[in-house]
């Protein structure tokens, strides 16, 4: 007697009937704002030969995964907030939810990536070049893109082969992991313990690394005598440093404690800061806190 889920209904905002409208004006605006700025800056760090350097060359990297996490969700969120029916077909879901997993991996690693070429740039200055090859660059790169596929294809794989009988609305407005495995009838321990244990992975080692990169670079460019000197690189810093903050506090309160006090509509309204808003966030940032930047937009 247990019947075949073949779709979802993403409930998303339906508690916010009256603000359907507003949302979707709110989104789309904020949609629009993601698109442009991470296109300008994936456009400017390829065209501009000034900017062809390893530092630039990861940034544009994370403008490519932001763009993609945007249009994962974003498309199919504006969708919803205009239908009455926000439906999404069995294999859309899991498709959704793999890329989810693989662009968060991807970005979290690239965040980790980042912090180690600062880490050189300005405590080992003089083997930058020799280190910070274009091979290793693309290493890296390759690398950071690569490295989310095994654990969305594994997770997603196991997930959506469990049988879904208890319901098919999603009380979220994307397929993410805990709203979705509510929806399952088996036991899940085995499956949220390795849920568990690859997000520590994911975001807890790469964290350990930009930690440790920036205590070093701390302490080398406290060490200098010169104030300008000082200024200059904290000022290079600062708009990676404002990024880290903003993806790992919205994100570590959803999944690396799931099971918080927080309601799932107030899961919603954190989800969002880091699917949509961080987004938009990560040019403006770069662009108002980095002169390189400024220069190569006035220049385009």
């Known amino acids: 007697n247990i019947t075949r889920v073949t779709h979802f209904i993403l409930l998303g ?24 700025g991470n296109i300008l800056i994936v456009l400017i760090a390829t065209v501009d030969p000034a900017l062809h350097t390893p530092m630039y060359y990861f940034l544009k990297n994370l403008s490519l995964i932001d763009i993609c996490y945007s249009l994962d969700i974003v498309p199919k969120m504006l969708i ?4 009455e029916r926000k439906t999404s077909s069995f294999t859309a879901c899991a498709l959704q939810l793999s890329l ?5 991996t991807s970005e979290c690693f690239l965040l980790a990536i980042m ?12 083997h930058y070049a ?12 390759a690398v950071v893109w690569l490295s989310g ?51 520590l992975l994911i975001m807890v080692l790469p964290f350990i690394l930009i930690t440790v990169s920036y205590i070093c670079i701390i302490y080398t460019i406290v060490q200098m005598p010169m104030a300008e000197s000082r200024q200059r690189l904290f000022s290079t810093c600062s708009a990676h440093l404002v990024v880290v903050t ?15 006090n927080l309601s799932p509509n107030d899961k919603k309204l954190v989800s969002l800061s880091y699917t949509i808003i961080t ?10 806190r980095n002169s390189d930047v400024k220069e190569a937009l006035w220049r385009a």
């Open 100 to 104: 989810v997993v693989l662009f968060i």
């Open 149 to 199: 596929f095994p654990v969305a294809v594994g997770l997603t794989g196991w997930l959506f082969s469990m049988p879904f009988c208890k319901s098919n609305e999603v009380n979220h407005f994307f397929c993410d992991i805990s709203p979705v495995l509510k929806l399952v009838c088996l036991d899940t321990y085995i499956f949220e313990l390795l849920v568990f244990i690859a997000t």
């Open 246 to 260: 903003l993806f790992y506090c919205t994100t570590c309160l959803i999944h690396l404690h799931p099971k918080s």
């Open 279 to 288: 987004p938009m966030l990560n040019p403006i940032i770069y662009s108002l």
């Open 115 to 126: 912090a180690y070429d600062r880490y050189v740039a300005i405590c080992h200055p003089l």
């Open 13 to 36: 905002f339906t508690h916010l009937a009256q603000l359907q409208l507003l949302l979707f004006v709110v989104v789309l605006l904020i949609f629009t704002v993601t698109m442009i």
């Open 130 to 141: 020799t280190i910070m090859t274009k091979k290793t660059c693309r290493q890296m790169s």
């Open 80 to 83: 919803n907030l205009l239908s």
